[in-house]
Nanobody, 119 residues
Framework: VQLVESGGGLVQPGGSLRLACAAS????????MSWFRQAPGKERELVAS????????NYADSVKDRFTISRDNAKNTVYLQINSLKPEDTAVYYC?????????????WGQGTQVTVSS
């Protein structure tokens, strides 16, 4: 199983980034996908999630109207479009895949991609 994030970097306040997470080794279309982030000295927090078929999305209040999560099940990839970036968005962004079955759960993480918002 692999989740490989990409697209992070240094961006000025107000800028945009598109993060991608390429998945392999499991049935991507059966898993709910999420993006989490962890800033220095803070706990990891859920940013956005999307259902397995892509019909339902959820966002943290702090990123609503600025972040958009999407997925392409044909490409086994989930995306996070980040607009109007703020310095407080600086964090390592992690991709997560989760499947909840009857009495069991699969939970996978990527290695993270750094997003730094600074002028």
């Amino acid at each position: 199983v692999q989740l490989v994030e990409s697209g992070g970097g240094l961006v000025q306040p107000g800028g945009s980034l598109r993060l991608a997470c390429a998945a392999s080794g499991f049935t991507f279309s059966s898993y709910a996908m999420s993006w989490f982030r962890q800033a220095p000295g803070k706990e990891r927090e859920l940013v956005a999630s999307i259902s397995s078929a892509g019909g339902r999305t959820n966002y943290a209040d702090s990123v609503k109207d600025r972040f958009t999560i999407s997925r392409d099940n044909a490409k086994n990839t989930v995306y996070l479009q980040i607009n109007s970036l703020k310095p407080e968005d600086t964090a390592v962004y992690y991709c997560n895949a989760k499947f909840i079955g009857l009495g069991y759960e699969h939970d996978y993480w990527g290695q993270g991609t750094q997003v730094t918002v600074s002028s």
